[in-house]
Nanobody, 113 residues
Framework: QVRLVVSGGGLVQSVASLRVSCTAA????????LSWYRQAPGKQSELVAT???????NYAGSAKGRFTISRDNAKKTVYLQMNSLKPEDTAAYYC???????WGQGTQLTVSS
């Protein structure tokens, strides 16, 4: 059973930066797309960013220009660097492996104004 282990998150002030990480112990890691989702209280889950095996990335409108998704295949880890954080970025952040439909555990990010 593949597991996605998420780390990072926490409580930060507005305009701060934070990075969350997701490590997946799977073979052929470099061949998979990986995504970050988030879910704010009372809201539906939202796709934040996706990175492909060729390191092409796509972002939701709310993340463009502020968030950067990256991957380190040697460490089997995908990162989400979040800059200029806003209170509306407060949510639980999850990584997702679409090919296997597996979710990592969420990590809570709270941005105070």
């Amino acid at each position: 059973q593949v597991r996605l282990v998420v780390s990072g998150g926490g409580l930060v002030q507005s305009v701060a930066s934070l990075r969350v990480s997701c490590t997946a112990a799977i073979i052929f890691y470099s061949t998979y797309c990986l995504s970050w989702y988030r879910q704010a209280p009372g809201k539906q889950s939202e796709l934040v960013a996706t990175i492909t095996p060729t390191v092409t990335s796509n972002y939701a409108g709310s993340a463009k220009g502020r968030f950067t998704i990256s991957r380190d295949n040697a460490k089997k880890t995908v990162y989400l660097q979040m800059n200029s954080l806003k209170p509306e970025d407060t949510a639980a952040y999850y990584c997702y492996l679409p090919a296997s439909r597996i979710w990592g555990q969420g990590t809570q990010l709270t941005v105070s104004s």
